[in-house]
């Protein structure tokens, strides 16, 4: 990952919970790290273990298991390896 990342914030659809992801950490490394169980496996954007609903913000995709198509919906994203576009991000769990 580059250093030119930026920092950017998940929020739990389901409890209102806020976790910030720092610029040097995955989504996922946020979310387990908050206590969020999420299941992953390849880490690296192919297999898809990890999809996660979208329900506010703009993911920042940077996986290969989505085709562009669905990528365009922003309705779901992998946050083993995807970023985020906007500030917040509200996810699916
Ligand atoms: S863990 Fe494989 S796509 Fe995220």
Do not use: W
């Amino acid at each position: 990952m580059s250093t030119s990342e930026r920092a950017f914030q998940v929020k739990l659809a389901s409890t209102g919970q806020i976790i910030d992801v720092a610029a040097d950490e995955s989504v996922a490394q946020a979310l387990l790290k908050a206590g969020v169980d999420l299941m992953t496996s390849c880490e690296q954007g192919v297999c898809g273990t990890c999809m996660t609903g979208v329900i506010e913000g703009i993911p920042d995709h940077r996986d290969s298991y989505l085709v562009p198509e669905e990528q365009a919906q922003n309705d779901v994203f992998m946050p083993c390896c995807s970023r985020s576009k906007s500030d917040l991000l509200v996810i699916d769990l």
